[in-house]
């Protein structure tokens, strides 16, 4: 059992006395490293390896009581969605009422035009409207207020601020104009309730659109969070039970049957059966699993009965992993937002003086009524201004972008590689296990006699190698399940090839410089040999007693989507260059299967590095695809470093994007999706600099020269509540977002 | 008269809000980081909104989100690359990594959330 972490909720805690007496009792129980009490929350979070029970019985003979919290990420979701739907129904009451206020008042001002004080019935008849405006202030946007005064105490400004001194203007000045009308003139006597009672109404509503579009900017993370059950069938000395899934422990064994999804991380004990790992991998073909195999929360299993033990539960199973990087990635910052992010922070109050200069203006050179003028234009600039559609413009499309590439088995680490995967020139491949299948395997076996005695002689002399290739031919004498024989005064010649006696017959095995060392001339297979080296495949001679018997060649096969995703990204307007610590031959014939036109061989680790280094050198945007492992140095060095591992805990650790499927169709997939998601912002930072850039000053009364007409305060709350929508809805979008398939391709 | 009045006001304010906003500085008391210590996320600020931390060790703060905003979903530290999304009415603890000597501010998304980790 590792140092995981497991919360606990109290009960009977309340002072510091009572966290330092079961502190200490949990620090006196073996297997805790460390124990803490969040007093604030009632809750103990124990480090350690320690079960849950052994804590619980610690915590009860302090004195207290203690139980597992239910951190179960889905039911936090689920609140979380109760509470978003909660809010949404409260935005609407709220908006309803303050409409059924804001629509009447509005019509009877359209209708009859009578919106003034002249009398004392209307000073009476305003005074009550005012009145009760003033309640539908109060009752449907009293957190306006409360918040732009909290706000304004900690010299901070934000959009409360300016819906609340608009609206908060617009209610003063009709009440100003109720208690002493004589102090305006005749022209000017005009009350504006219908504003603050209207504008407060679309806020909630706009705000109301905006919980519900926001929802569904989390639905990747959701889907992430429905790969697993709520629970799992432990099996113990008493049979087996259906527990929560936060309840497992580590060292548990677990049953699954067919169909259930895998609940946590480990290892098979018993049974075979295959696992669906397509929603962590991308691999659509199920693995088998035997005993001694890995499993992975989240997979599906398929046709047998599994057990297993727990290895890893909670938070640290990987698919909480990746769920936590997805979250964390979503709620990053992108460099295009930097500027968005500096005029947010100093946006309200610009646009506050703004909005005073723009009244002042009118006040002092605007036409009659002027006080009425200079209302209207200070309501309406604070009431457009929309720090909201702002700030709001980038973060929603990382998320929804970055949620959609966990779809697609692109997990982004951070705004940063969304955006620089975006705009790159040339992509660095390295050869083995992202172009090629990374296990070599017999590709040929060519032999005068019967093949698979040959196959049989030569795997069984090869048993006995450690290098790289044997392992390939002894592979393929299992595959056709050939019985190998024992290898007597075997031996590896450096440089060369292997030696031994199979069954009292000399057999050999290697290189050109092998035969000419034991003195044997290879003939017309010399011709042969070289045709497969030229095809990218290590060719080597097999020689039997002395004589030729024929050639095999070992290569390392070629992905089968390689040459399709190759295309893609080509079209994607990038210069493919490839990596590899292979000979020049090789690397040449493998590159020119699959369309690549320069190529790096004969490399070792670092030198992948310098080449990147030197690419970058000349000003080129360079991302770099790599297994995640052998290739750190490079992939940290290149501007997007892409994993292709099918998210081993390395790559996820220290890519910019790692792809779940072990295929370079993932670097398209990502590059397209960084493309699309940056488009997006564009488009959502475009929109929000434009409306603020053109309503601020349409609000100021620039237009009026031409129309007459200055912008409603009313108009002005409507294009605010819904310009946020617009830029979540707009973000939305990108939900729709499928990568061009392979079959697009024209190369 | 009354014209001189509402202009002067006009200028009054502009002054004051300058001052207020951009030059005045934040005047709330620095809180001491304790492990209890819970960051109320509430009517538009965080309260307390400027913390000492400890440098150099690893640090948990505590969120409790009590604004339905979705303006308060999220917590940023951009400058160290931190984010937690804050469930409503729930206390949400985010791990800081050990912090070199200088000032962090973390921020809603929208940045109208403001706060400041002072680390000494």
Known sequence: MSGQQQTFTLSGASCAGCV??????????DGVDDARVNLAERTLTVTGSVSSPTCISAVESAGYGAKRAAADPRKQRELQRDKDRQHFRKLMWRSGLALALGIPLMLWGLITGEMSVNTSTQQLAWGCVGLITLA?????GGHFFTGAWKAFRHHNANMDTLIAVGTGAAWLFSMAVVFFPHWLPESARHVYFEASAMIIGLINLGQALEVRARGRTSAAVEKLLELQDPTARVVSESGEVDVPLEEVQVGDQVRVRPGEK?????????????V??????????PVKKAAGDNLSAGTLNKNGTLLFEAKKVG???????????????????VPIARLADTISAIFVPTVMIIAIIA??????????????????????VLIIACPCALGLATPMSVMVGVGKGAEHGVLVRNGKALQQASNLTTLVVDKTGTLTEGAPKLTDIETDGDVDELLTLLASLERHSEHPLAEAIVDAARDKELSLHEVEDFEAITAHGVRGKVDGRLVLLGNRKLMSREAIE???????????????????????????????????????????????LKNLGLKIEMLTGDNQATADAVAKQLGIESVHADLQPEDKEKIIGELQQKGIRVGMAGDGINDAPALARADVGFAIGAGTDVAIETADVTLMRSSLHGVADAIELSRATLRNIKQNLFGAFIYNTLGIPVAAGVLYPLTGMLLSPVIAGAAMAFSSVTVVSNANRLRLFKPSSAQEVRP | MMSVLINVLGLLLITGIVWWFWLAGRKSPLQHYQESLVIQVKDGVYEPDRIEVPAGREITLSFQREDASPCAEYVVFSDLEISKQLPLNHITEVQLPKLEKREYPFTCQMKMYRGILVAS
């Not at chain 1, 669906?276 to 073909?285: A, I, K, N, Q, R």
């Open chain 1, 20 to 29: 330092r007496k079961i502190e200490s009792a949990l620090k006196a129980v």
């Open chain 1, 136 to 140: 539908v202030m109060a009752f449907c």
């Open chain 1, 276 to 285: 669906d790992e397509s929603m962590l991998t991308g691999e659509p073909v």
């Open chain 1, 522 to 568: 290879p003939g017309d297979w010399q011709a042969r040999a070289e045709d497969l080296a030229a095809m990218g495949r290590t060719a080597m001679y097999a020689a039997v007693d002395n004589q030729m018997a024929g050639v095999i060649a070992v290569a390392d096969p070629i992905r089968k989507d390689a040459k399709d995703a190759v295309a893609r």
């Open chain 1, 262 to 274: 895998i609940p946590v991380d480990g290892q098979v004990l018993e049974g075979r059966s295959s």
């Open chain 1, 315 to 333: 938070a640290e199973t990987r698919l909480a992993q990746i769920i936590e990087m997805v979250q964390n990635a979503q709620s990053s910052r």
């Open chain 1, 359 to 380: 009244a002042l203006v009118w006040f002092n050179w605007g036409p009659d009524p002027r006080a009425a003028h200079t209302l209207v234009v200070l309501t309406s």
